[in-house]
């Protein structure tokens, strides 16, 4: 659901240096959005965690409060290390709903954009995708649609995972979560990344291709600095995406290879029937794009704090140069399974770690 994205982020730093409820407070803002706060907290028995607190203007509507609890529901339904785990659910005092969430080391994906120039490597952004298309493949085994695939909810960690956050626009088949209503007319989403199905505001015609457009988009913008459609206001960017189909990659960005065009035109096609069946067969193509490219990925794997008994080395951290990125290895590299059978110990270990606080009020 669009929202108006212009926050106050002074607004969201006022809960700073502040106690959110008698168990949580508030040490840091760490980014603010159109619906929430993301802050660094600190619980009164020391631990530490990401809390994410809706903006109290949109926990007064009723809808828009439930989609933002049910993101816990829908995230842990995800046995993927690479969706990121709910922990907890509380209330402020103010009476503003909040959820517990590991607290990652890293970046958004929009935040690495605006770092660097607007745009990334072809490699590192297979590397990405190849990583989301994995979580959304265990996703959509479980039907679970996220619809609001973005640069802003990629975040990229320091030792090269790429995590999906807030499903809480996810559309699940389960009897439960799918009892709340979303009506026809009502786009779901966020405008520049929006399949054109999405986009007219009819959910019925949503499924497991609208994700791969999204994530075709991304990519797109991240190899291209710039939104498949651009218009001077939001709804003439929404009527562009409803009528017109997305620019061939091949005529964005002259140069790029082949095999790399082909996957994110065929992932941007306006019917749908033309996309990818599904984000596994996704995958497979952009792991093939890759090897196209000529890179080799180190046969080492990166693997992070807590991942083994030798803790004397640093992590590895991502790197601007034209070497294979962290993501590329873990997307691409042999030890893919390990790297991502090792980061899902350790998402367990800390979910251990932090259930031993118990819940909010025990």
């Not at 979560?177 to 009502?186: H, K, W």
């Given at each position: 659901m669009e929202l108006d994205a212009a926050i106050d982020p002074q607004k969201a730093a006022e809960r700073v240096g502040r106690?959110?409820?008698?168990?949580?407070?508030?040490?840091?803002?760490?980014?603010?959005?159109?619906?929430?706060?993301?802050?660094?907290?600190?619980?009164?028995?020391?631990?530490?965690?990401?809390?994410?607190?809706?903006?109290?203007?949109?926990?007064?509507?009723?809808?828009?409060?439930?989609?933002?609890?049910?993101?816990?529901y829908v995230a842990n339904k995800i046995d993927h290390p690479g969706a990121l785990a709910i922990l907890d659910d509380g209330l402020a005092t103010d009476?503003?709903?909040?959820?517990?969430?590991?607290?990652?080391?890293?970046?958004?994906?929009?935040?690495?954009?605006?770092?660097?120039?607007?745009?990334?490597?072809?490699g590192e952004a297979l590397g990405i995708a190849g990583q989301v298309l994995d979580v959304l493949d265990m996703a959509h085994a479980n039907g679970i649609l996220h619809r609001d695939i973005k640069p802003g909810n990629l975040?990229?960690?320091?030792?090269?995972?790429?995590?999906?956050?807030?499903?809480g626009l996810a559309r699940i088949r389960d009897g439960i979560?799918?009892?709340?209503?979303?009506?026809?007319?009502?786009v779901i989403g966020t405008v520049g990344y929006l399949a054109p199905e999405q986009a007219r505001g009819t959910p019925e015609e949503v499924d497991v291709r609208s994700d791969l457009f999204s994530v075709g988009a991304v990519m797109f913008r991240a190899m291209v600095?710039?939104?498949?459609?651009?218009?001077?206001?939001?709804?003439?960017?929404?009527?562009?995406s409803m009528k017109d189909p997305a620019p061939s990659l091949a005529v964005a960005l002259p140069g790029v290879p082949e095999a790399v065009v082909n996957v994110i035109d065929r992932a941007l096609a306006f019917d749908k029937r033309d996309r990818w069946r599904s984000a596994r067969e996704m995958q497979v193509a952009i792991r093939s794009a890759y090897a196209s490219l000529g890179r080799r990925p180190s046969m080492h794997v990166p693997m992070g704090p807590g991942a083994?008994?030798?803790?004397?080395?640093?992590?590895?951290?991502?790197?601007?140069?034209?070497?294979a990125s962290l993501f590329e290895q873990i997307a691409f590299g042999e030890g893919h399974d390990e790297a991502v059978g090792r980061e899902r110990r350790r998402t367990r270990e800390v979910l251990d770690a932090m259930g031993k606080g118990g819940r909010e009020d025990e």
């Open positions: 106690p959110l409820n008698g168990h949580w407070s508030i040490d840091r803002l760490i980014d603010v959005g159109a619906t929430a706060g993301v802050y660094e907290g600190r619980h009164r028995d020391g631990r530490r965690a990401a809390l994410k607190v809706l903006h109290t203007s949109v926990a007064a509507v009723p809808e828009l409060r439930r989609r933002f609890l049910r993101e816990a009476g503003a709903p909040f959820l517990v969430m590991e607290l990652l080391e890293g970046e958004s994906l929009s935040r690495r954009l605006a770092k660097v120039g607007g745009k990334i490597p072809y975040f990229l960690t320091t030792v090269g995972h790429a995590k999906v956050l807030d499903f979560v799918s009892s709340i209503p979303t009506l026809s007319g009502i600095g710039r939104p498949t459609h651009e218009a001077s206001t939001q709804l003439e960017t929404l009527m562009a083994g008994a030798d803790t004397t080395e640093p992590p590895p951290t991502l790197r601007e140069d034209d070497a």
